[in-house]
């Protein structure tokens, strides 16, 4: 392996906090390097990544698989667009429709969550031909004017004022508010099946069943937001069919973050009815669906089944729920598979900033008492044990 000059710590700080725009808290850690659960920091220290590079990193830091794929592709054809045939494309194509849930049947590609939530939404509304899209409070669906109109959480619509029109807001989990909106006016209801930024939050599986049932007699368009839930998160390939989800099917799944491992791609999953209503130059983007994010796409989903990790997902998310009950502050353990959400009797912050103290990587929400947790779907259960005995340290057992 390469081997890495030692960097200077303070020159990247102040060199990036000068140049960039200071648009997010950074943690005090210089990322060089990663493989699988772990990240190297420049100053060779080595840390437990529990927030997965953003959610990003679902097959792991570089999974091997993977990283070939990306330079063997790189090195063949870095780009061309859909307006030429592509085997990289046609490959991503063909597995990701593989493991979607039989009625999604056909895929377009774009370059990140809220790109695949803009168009998700474009597309009910052409399918439909209606305006209003139903999104909740508490949910999060991106930062571009569609997406962030559509976002009830926090104060990212006032951040994204003017709004789009077209919104509604619906309670999180409670029918009869989504019910009194749904009229002929309503093309979507798009939500995140567990709304990770607000602290993991779940409905009952009825409340999903409901959502369905309410669009097949309206003719609404149901649309489901698993750019973090999706592709394997949960220990399922998508919430989409699974039980929490009492098996409910949207017809639209919308995807971004783990899908290309760290190569940026998005993509929205749809049934044959609603891509019927889509006509050449309805939707487009330069970048979707380029050969390295495809390959990228093809080695991720590859790699997951490879390695066994749903199932490995389910095992160690069951493991570490056990050891959880050791802790004696963590009143809860919301989400699923690996998105989860600890909720403490206190505020979350301070555990999370002495778990990096300890060098364990982990996320917080808009819930203050809840830690983030969405790791590498290769967690295993020893790196379950060295965060638990950090968590008892920290917080006591
Ligand atoms: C549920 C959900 N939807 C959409 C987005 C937006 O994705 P992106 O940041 O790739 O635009 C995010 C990002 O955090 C998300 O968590």
Redesign the pocket.
Known sequence: MKEIAPTDVNEIVSLEEQYQLATYKKMPVVAERGEGVWVYASNGERYLDLYGGHAVAGTGHCHPHVVKAIKDQAGQLLFYSNLVYSEARARAAEKLVSIAPELLTKAFFCN???EA?ENAMRMARMATGREQVITFNGG????TADAISATFLGKYREIGKPNVPGHLQAEFGDIESVRSLADDSVAAIML?PIQ??AGVKMAAPSFYRALRELCDERGVVLIF?E??TGVGRTGEWFFAGSEPGDAVIPDVITL??ALGSGIPV?ACLVTEWIGAKIKENDLGTTFGGGMVAMAAVTATLEAIENDAMLANVRAVEAYLRERLQEVERVVAVRGRGFLLGLEFTDKAKPVHEALLEQKIITGTSSDPNVLRLLPPLCLQKDEVDVFVDALTAVVGG
């Open positions: 990140s969550g809220t939530n999060f669906h991106g930062r995140e990770s930024m937001d750019v973090q971004a973050k998005g």
